[in-house]
């Protein structure tokens, strides 16, 4: 009897610890899975090359992806802290788990910063993505390297989208049309999307819808992401707080 009962505390005990890290040990994978995949998503809306070329040419000083940049550093980010966390549970280190906390924490307030930011300067950004389309019109006049970079990535878009031009058609292109008319062709002449210019069949829409329907895409696919990535920063918080306490009353 007097051997079981000095054994019973220390199974306690053990069980104990297990189940408060067990506790934070549930949401902290899920924590370090979500940076994982934002890093993951980002990255692949970061290297596709639908519109990027064209929205951000070499001389650009207009970087309408600069928020898919912001979440690849947030989901690296992320990863460390969830493997801080982690450690934090294991070793049930109330240093680590508060690091954890705070970093979290100030990740989850910047996401609210950005959040507002974007909605109030909206209107601004589709400002500047308009003048930045109106602005590349030039390159398809041009004939130095970086004109010519713009060119192909243009004629790639509008044989994708079906399109011509950027802005006002096949007219952009301006005396460089020829030379590039075979990705604006149609494939038939009695097609009702079709003109006529410069004795070749083209398409009469220009490419600027196409190119704003993709921005929109994408700031879509941000925006799931971090409302997503706030449910489950939220969720961390909880558990490592509530860990952090526990270990704090043993």
Known sequence: MVVVQGQQPLAQGCSGRAARSSELLGGQPCVQ?????????????????????????GDSATNPYISVNILIAVG?????????????????????????????????????AAGILGATFKSESERMLNETLY??????????????????????FQEEFKCCGLVNGAADWGNNFQQNSK??????STDPSCVSYESKYVYKQPCISFIKELVAKHILIVI???????????????FSMVLYCQIGNK
């Not at 995949?37 to 951000?56: C, M, N, T, Y």
């Not at 493997?83 to 996401?111: D, N, P, T, W, Y």
């Not at 602005?135 to 790639?156: I, M, P, R, S, Y």
Request: proline fraction near 1%.
């Open 135 to 156: 602005e590349n019109v030039k390159l398809l006049t041009g004939a130095d390297n970086d004109a010519k970079a713009f060119q192909k990535a243009l004629a790639e």
């Open 224 to 238: 799931g992401i971090a409302f997503g990535l706030a449910v489950i920063e939220i969720l961390g918080l909880v």
């Open 33 to 57: 899975l979500c940076g994982i995949l934002i890093l993951a998503i980002a990255i692949w809306v970061r290297v596709s090359k639908d519109g990027q070329e064209i929205l951000s040419p």
């Open 76 to 112: 690296s980010i992320i990863m460390i802290l969830g493997f801080l966390g982690c450690c934090g549970a294991v070793k049930e280190s109330r240093c680590m788990l508060l690091l954890f906390f705070i970093g979290l924490f100030l990740i989850l307030l910047l996401q609210v």
């Open 183 to 188: 990705s604006c062709e149609c494939q038939s």
